[in-house]
């Protein structure tokens, strides 16, 4: 079986999206990255929701206390926005592929270059970060305030501080050391689907079609199988996770075989952002009842159809919200891989300063700012100078 060469129906797709065209989807990727960052600054940064709730009762709250936790509730939806991602991960590989077809071992090599130089400096700054915060402000760590971050936390530094050879290995394979990942970046996560889904494309795109309807048949099988729990890396992507890379790589298909575009311009592009709209609501009370099956779908369905909006132009690219949403979409794999660790080195700072564990001060949106820009700064010296040095070499 010669997996380098593409079928005939894929060297003749009806029409070519060129990058130019794409090039206002890195908004979106802008506005996942950032999204999460929002996320976990809350989880980190703030004791919000029940905790609050318990401090401050509503009856206490005025006009402006509704207004902010309204705007505090509207980053509850973290997890879908990875799978927003996911969506958009399928859509863009699948466009490379058909632009430049590579062989496996090249495609391969593509991924990790790309991928590895960026996490391994990310590992190194969160288990640093991390030491620097246990160490220096050993109350940070501590267990005894019965907050979830703190008690992860403790569990990472344990395992970080008898970190042996074997963790090392899980480390660089994207898995967790004892249910924790090395310096508690728990972004990684994500990573290892990612990654499942690169080594998969060779076999999945010589045939696209079934692999599309494999996609589908064993997603529904996920759906139906309510009962399971996390079972093994592969097994949760196959029934989950694979499903979104998919819809993302068909989209791309849909778009430049069919009519798709042509039927998106003539629809009031008012209407598409109010359904829009509407389903980022749905996603955003599905998320916090955590209902995941179901939120995942609504998130893709959010991603194709802001895809859609985007390149049927029902939005100008020179809209200040989207030319802000592309700059972060630039360095939005750094942003992602970099604002975890950043965000714990911000709470041992709040720590040594207050003297508290648990905050229910908004300082999270204090720092936005600044975790960005140090992202935007460390992206300049990793990922860029890396993608650099290996177009040179």
Not at 241 to 257: K, L, S
Request: hydrophobic content about 55%.
């Amino acid at each position: 079986m010669n997996l380098s060469t593409q079928p005939v129906a894929e060297k003749a797709p009806l029409q070519h999206l060129t990058y130019q065209e794409l090039d206002i989807l890195h908004a979106l990727r802008g506005f996942c990255a950032f999204y999460v960052v929002i996320f976990h600054a809350k989880f980190i940064l703030w004791s919000g929701g029940r905790q609050y709730l318990q401090v401050h009762p509503r009856a206490t709250w005025g006009a402006l206390d509704y207004l902010a936790f309204g705007a505090d509730m509207l980053s509850s939806a973290g997890y879908e926005m990875v799978i927003f991602f996911f969506v958009l991960s399928g859509f863009f590989i699948r466009y490379a592929q058909l632009r430049k077809h590579r062989k496996p071992v090249a495609f391969y090599i593509n991924r990790i270059v790309r991928i590895y130089p960026p996490f391994l400096f990310a590992s190194v700054l969160a288990a640093v970060g991390l030491w620097c915060v246990a160490r220096g402000i050993p109350v940070a760590v501590a267990a005894d305030n019965g907050r979830e971050l703190n008690t992860t936390l403790a569990e990472a530094w344990h395992e970080l501080s008898t970190l042996n050879l074997g963790g090392v290995v899980r480390t660089l394979g994207f898995l967790q050391v004892n249910k924790v990942y090395i310096g508690y970046n728990d972004v990684y996560w994500s990573l290892l689907p990612e990654a499942i889904f690169y080594l998969a494309v060779p076999l999945a795109f010589w045939r696209i079609w079934v692999y599309y309807g494999l996609s589908i048949a064993i997603h529904a099988v996920g759906l139906l199988w309510t009962q399971h729990g996390p079972l093994n890396p592969f097994i949760d992507y196959l029934l989950t996770f694979n499903f979104y890379f998919a819809v993302g790589a068909m989209f791309y298909d849909a778009v430049v075989r069919t009519p798709w575009l042509t039927w998106a311009r003539r629809v009031p592009g008012w209407l598409l952002l109010l359904l829009m709209g509407a389903l980022f609501g749905a996603l955003l009370l599905l998320a916090v009842l955590k209902l995941k099956p179901i939120s995942g779908l609504v998130a893709t369905l959010l991603a194709v159809l802001s895809m859609t909006t985007l390149l049927a132009g029902k939005v100008s690219a020179q809209n200040p919200l989207i030319r802000g949403l592309h700059k972060l979409g630039v360095f939005s794999f750094s942003l992602y891989l970099y604002h975890f660790p950043l965000l714990l080195l911000c709470y041992g700072g709040l720590v040594y300063l207050t003297g508290e564990t648990v905050f229910y001060a908004r300082y999270y949106w204090l720092a936005l700012p600044l975790v960005t820009l140090v992202a935007y700064a460390l992206y300049w010296v990793t990922e860029r100078a890396s993608v650099n040095y290996f177009r040179k070499v």
